[in-house]
């Protein structure tokens, strides 16, 4: 016992040392406040998980450019839910980028962004992907649209919709590409409970999701695009489909009202929305919002049935239609498989 | 902790294992007023209101935000019933196969000439300094689909107890080992000289000796199974209604904005331990009396 309660001061001291650092961190920042003028500003960048090679190398270019000169950066990555509720509850943040709109949303209601934020050509979106089909070199069950995925034995993984916002476009994608086909809604709904009845894995979040897809589980992961061409940039092995009726992926980011330094945060954004930083992403796995961007040695099909979440109400009414934790409809589909499973 | 059971005379310890076997002599039970006791009480009690009880009755209180009807409902749905039924089982069957590894592991770490015994007293205690999402990758790469060893436990609930029993090893064998370090060898010989067999003496020396200490780490190592996290999110596959465990439910829950939901059912899984946790310390002291 003795041990134990050692090591529980150790563990204690560490958290402690941890918190003291945290401090040590803002009030660096508040330093270079009061010193002003033509000295280094410190940017808080909070996102969303997937994009953070694209920020290092944007935040590089980016420094580079006159206006980005004398610009540091703080950089926090995380699940896109967890971040927004955290700039919410107050993590100080000068630039946020979020995964879905509703993440974004949130920090409109709470008074963190300006009601404008979505008001330039783009709609507030920075980048854009498709919902795509992973599947194993070569394809081996010829996969190509979401109608193969309720077939018998197919394995599908795609993370759990209620822990992981983003997975929501998944979910949203296959049920979407139904109505594209001329089915109704009814049809559309009883799809996807023979969809979500193949899904043998739901991870909590897209990376471990694709995670549990290279370590060798499942025949179909669904996942972006711009993850599918991570994984291949990683020398992984596997290939993906662009189904003819998908979703299309849109990627807000906003620069805070409560920003101390709003001048930098908007030259960042600007940077970001600039081709050279559209290029960036393209070169990411990420389809550019600007249609001048560079996207050479990237191959973006466009599929033919593409639609949008405009096309199926948009995500406030989308969230609470399908996605509400007690009535909504994929709630009730796994229900009704989970009473099965369980017996 | 130990100060404040035994100035206050009141109440159980969470760490039952923490204080040696309540002493016989009643009279150090009743409570001692003295200037020095009562400032060491009150830093105490400051300290455990600061980082335990008002954190936790914070997530009580949010658990009534919507009334005990809304209470009632966020964990008596069917997502809620089943993630409480499997993580309630699991926990169980992980907090007895503990108590006889755990009791075993120790035995043969004090008592058996065990030949590198200082690297396995070392290696006990890695599950407590790992990232438990570590221990889960870990875990996944050895028992998941491409096993070197053709075990595959992932993604099913066996996988759940095995990341369990990863994560809760250390408890039962870290409390009952200092107990059998300490136990009096004479009382053995003893029994030994007036004939008693080897399995008398466990039976009637050393298990008595050596229960309060079991009963404290399979306690431990029961709510520390059912609070688990980052070893099973991986593992498990968090499919609901088949291994999704209540800490990832109530993840869920946090994820999709139903505050109340996930507060809910951690208020539950804190009755429950807290059940089990004082259920077990009575049992000891009743054993204590009795022994």
Not at chain 1, 38 to 44: D, I, N
Not at chain 1, 97 to 121: H, K, Q
């Amino acid at each position: 016992m003795f041990t134990t309660a050692r090591r529980t001061i150790a563990l204690s001291a560490a958290a402690l040392a941890a918190i003291l650092a945290l401090g040590a961190c803002a009030s660096t920042d508040a330093s270079t406040d009061a010193s002003g003028g033509g000295k280094t500003v410190t940017l808080s960048l909070i996102a969303y998980s997937t994009p953070q090679a694209a920020y290092e190398k944007l935040i590089k270019a980016f420094q580079q450019t006159p206006a980005g000169k004398n610009v540091k950066f703080t950089q926090s990555y995380g699940a896109s839910g967890d971040q927004s509720r955290a700039v919410a509850s107050g993590l100080p943040a000068d630039y946020v980028a979020f995964s879905l709109e509703t993440d974004m949303t949130r920090l409109v209601d709470a008074g963190i962004v300006a009601p404008t934020w979505n008001t330039d050509e783009h709609k507030g979106m920075i980048t854009n992907s498709v919902v795509s089909l992973v599947t194993r070199k070569g394809n081996p069950k010829n996969i190509k649209t979401f109608a193969d995925l309720a077939k018998p034995g197919v394995d599908v993984i795609t993370p759990n919709p209620f822990s992981s916002g983003s997975a929501r476009w998944n979910i949203m994608a296959a049920y979407g590409s139904q109505l594209k086909e001329g089915k109704t809604e009814a049809e559309a709904t009883a799809y996807l409970s023979k969809m979500l009845h193949n899904v043998s894995v739901q991870d909590d979040s897209g990376r471990a999701a694709l995670q549990t897809f290279t370590g060798g589980k499942g025949d179909v992961l669904i996942s972006y695009e711009n993850e599918a061409i991570f994984a291949q940039q990683n020398g992984q092995d596997i290939d993906y489909v662009v189904p003819d009726d998908t979703l299309l992926i849109e990627n807000p980011a906003a620069v805070t009202k409560t920003s101390k330094h709003p001048k930098q945060a908007k030259a960042f954004l600007d940077f970001v929305r600039s081709d050279a930083g559209q290029k960036i992403f393209a070169q990411n796995g990420y389809r550019p919002v600007s249609k001048t961007a560079d996207t050479a040695g990237q191959n973006f099909p466009v599929p033919s049935g593409l639609f949008t979440i405009q096309d199926l109400g948009g995500w406030d009414a989308v969230a609470t239609k399908f996605f509400d934790p007690d009535k909504g409809v994929v709630t009730k589909i796994e229900r009704d498989l989970g009473v099965s499973v369980e017996k | 902790m130990s100060t404040a059971t035994t100035t206050t005379g009141a109440g159980p310890g969470l760490l039952p294992g923490a204080r040696p076997a309540p002493p016989a002599t009643p009279s150090r039970r009743r409570p001692l007023h003295g200037k020095g006791t009562a400032l060491g009480l009150g830093f105490v009690v400051t300290f455990l209101s600061v980082i335990v009880l008002i954190p936790l009755g914070a997530v009580v209180w949010h658990s009534q935000d919507q009334g005990l009807s809304g209470f009632w409902h966020a964990i008596t749905t069917p997502e809620a019933t089943s993630t409480l039924r499997l993580t309630i089982g699991a926990s169980v069957i992980v907090a007895l196969v503990n108590l006889v590894m755990g009791t075993m592991i120790a035995w043969v770490l004090v008592r058996d000439r065990l030949p590198g015994r200082a690297v396995f007293d070392t290696l006990i205690d890695l599950p407590f300094a790992l990232p438990t999402i570590v221990a889960g990758l870990a875990l996944l790469t050895v028992y998941g689909p491409n096993s070197p060893l053709h075990l595959n436990f992932a993604y099913a609930r066996s996988g759940v107890v095995v990341a369990l029993l990863f994560v809760t090893l250390p408890f039962v064998v870290r409390t009952v080992q200092p107990v059998l370090l300490e136990l009096d060898r004479e009382m053995e010989q003893a029994a030994a000289s007036l004939g008693a067999r080897p399995a008398t003496i466990f039976r009637r020396i050393i298990l008595p000796n050596i229960v309060p200490a079991m009963a404290a780490g399979t306690a431990l190592a029961f709510a520390r199974a059912m609070s688990e996290f980052g070893s099973t999110v991986l593992i498990s596959g968090n499919l609901p209604f088949k291994t999704q465990v209540a800490s990832v439910h109530i993840y869920n829950q946090l994820e999709s904005d139903n505050v109340t939901g996930a507060a809910a059912v951690s208020t539950i899984l804190l009755l429950v331990s807290l059940v089990v946790l004082v259920g077990l310390d009575v049992l000891q002291r009743w054993a204590a009396r009795r022994g």
